[in-house]
């Protein structure tokens, strides 16, 4: 039995050195780092594969290529999976599905997020259709959970074919640079089977999928720093953040009243958003996608609220095809998790290529009205400079569906000086740029317990 042990040990060790070897972590070591400290309970760590054509007895992994169980992130419980690349290339198998499939449930049951921390090669080979219908399973909990609790996916090494599809269904991807990629199919068979030569990074490396495909939400230079944004996402995510704490009064921030320049003269948003929000700390999510909107969490008055936020510093902050869909997705994101979301305007409108209109510009611009029309969370705009044509309509205009409408002096809505604008009740009011954070607090503590009857139906179209 010793024997054993020390068998068992030395290739733990073994393997634990091998991942090192490749700046990655242990699928266990993933779970110190992710968790609150003694927190982790782990479920079905006695199981046996149950697959022979990977070997008898001692051969075979107690618990498979996969670590699954609970335990809290700040004081909060949470479900989680790691899966171990030391084992089988951490391939999804019977026993790997099944166990990650329950942990799906327990999640969904108990009301609680769901983590997963993705590092596989997708199905295993030797078990054929059995692995795909496994993947079938956990891809329907992936769709029924979404809304229900928030679903983020870390992805920290190469994750090919059925390891992919459940990640882009969750709410949130994290990858890590240089050592995690997402395909499809890998480089190797893109060469055999079309003779297309690529590397793995420039096929479905991190800053591909941050920067061009806008599948991954965030990406760190490290293991260490893709967790720490994790666990910082999921304090936004609180349902305990519910409760807005306003102060009972709020000092006048005349830095506002200088930040807008000239009429055509790019600024930084985040001039703004560094006096508005509680301390100015604003986690960003999908930086690197579409940068003309910027898109992030922070606090108001201690309360979670999104941030939507045209960025004057990037092409103007004009709305294209890729802004619209990164601005819809995190809308919604909000609004299923009751986020409240603040959207600060300043934009000269839709702008669109030839080839973006023959690809569905016109969908996806619709997509943005849509996230915003169908909200039920407060939602609270601040028209800082230009408001032009449909991009004033679709930046959640007062007549789209916003709780809250205001515009500062500089503000030009369609062409119209905001006090022209608030005659026609487009804006609810002309405010002085130093009070717009007092304004905003008061406006979610009267919004914040807002009721909103949806119609009878099964569900919505959103235009895909």
Partial sequence: MLDLQESARARTEAAAAGQHSRDKLTARERIDLLLDPGSFLEVGSFVRTRSTSLGQGRDRPLGDAVVVGQGTVHGRE????????????????????????????????????????????GGRIQEGVVAQSLYGGIFRRNVRMSGMVPQISLILGPCAGGAVYSPAITDFVVMVERTAQM??????????????????EELGGALVHHTRSGSAHHIAATE???????????????????????????????????????????????????????????????????????????RLGGRSVGVVANQPAVASGQLDENAAIKAARFIRTCDAYDIPVLTFVDTPGFTATTAQEQQGAIRRFATLLYAYAEATVPTLTVITRRAAGIGYVAMSSRHLGADVCLA??????DGNPPYDAAERGLVDEVIDPATTRERLLRALRLFDGKKTTAPPRKHDNLPL
């Fill in 408 to 413: 500062w002096p500089t503000a030009v809505i």
């Fill in 78 to 121: 949470v479900c989680v999976f790691s899966q171990d690349f030391t084992v089988f290339g951490g391939s999804l198998g019977e026993v790997v599905g099944e166990k990650i499939a329950r942990v799906m449930d327990m999640a969904m049951a108990a009301g609680v997020p769901m983590i997963g921390i993705n590092d596989s090669a």
């Fill in 224 to 298: 260490e720093g893709a967790i720490a944004y994790v666990r910082e996402l999921l304090t936004y995510l609180s349902a305990e953040e519910k409760q807005t704490r306003v102060p009972p009064r709020t000092r006048h921030d005349h830095a506002l009243d200088n930040v807008i320049p000239g009429a055509e003269q790019p600024y930084d948003v985040r001039r703004v958003l560094d006096r508005v929000l509680d301390g100015g700390e604003l986690l960003t999510v999908h930086e690197g996608f579409a940068p003309n909107i910027l898109t992030g969490f922070g």
């Fill in 183 to 200: 395909f499809l199919t890998g480089p190797s068979v893109l060469r055999e089977a079309l003779g297309e030569q690529v590397s793995a």
